[in-house]
């Protein structure tokens, strides 16, 4: 489980917030959604979660675990797949996730296990011993899920998992996520798009301009909107349309 009380961050020596006063908590066996438009903290929120960045104010902790004063045991518990990928592409796709393993401390039979498993589930055979430069958004994004999870983390952050892939690997990824969830795994997902947080989503944070707007589940949401489609509810709730993709 995830709790986060009161985060902030700023950029330019405090002239940028991008972060003001963020809290919310992810349960486990649930779809946490973090939906908001461009630039309103969601990915900001995700590094300080990962411990890529430190928090001006604030604390959080994953699993018990406070991230600002045990980032190695976070790393280790946690799988996370960053809004930039972040593949070797000099490595093949089998190479890029077994570095991984390695550093999780794996053994070379069981990163192998690991591999054939998400080759399976993931449908990578075609392409997992080619190396990742020329990949496509689809397939890049599958490398990075099977490397975020070579160690079987109890929880998992995804920043816009499906953005920039075709129906058909979208709908793949989400009956993942889904697999994820009924494992009984913590999954955090940010995203912009509203037909993500419909259809995976058990709660839904709404940030904008670095706060909380909102949150809950979807019929929660719909309610205290009062608006008929989530889309609209988020409008309404985020007080503008600005940034809004569907």
Known sequence: MIEVHELVKTF???KVVAVNGVSFRAKDGQ???LLGPNGA???TTLRM???????????MTIDGI???????????AIGVV??????YDRLTARENIAYYGRLHGLSAERIEQQIQKFCDVLDMHE???RKTNGFSQGQRVKVAIARALIHDPKTVLLDEPTNGLDVMTTRALREFLRGLKAEGRCVVLSTHIMQEVAALCDHIVIIAKGQVAAEGSADKLLAQSGRDTLEDAFVQLIGSDEGLLS
């Open 127 to 129: 392409f997992i011993d």
């Open 82 to 87: 960053p809004d930039s990928r972040g593949l």
């Open 31 to 33: 779809i946490t959604g």
């Open 66 to 76: 406070n991230p600002a004063h045990e980032s190695v045991a976070v790393k280790r």
């Open 49 to 59: 979660l990962y411990t890529l960045l430190p928090p001006d104010q604030g604390h």
């Open 12 to 14: 330019n020596k405090g």
């Open 41 to 43: 903290g969601k990915t």
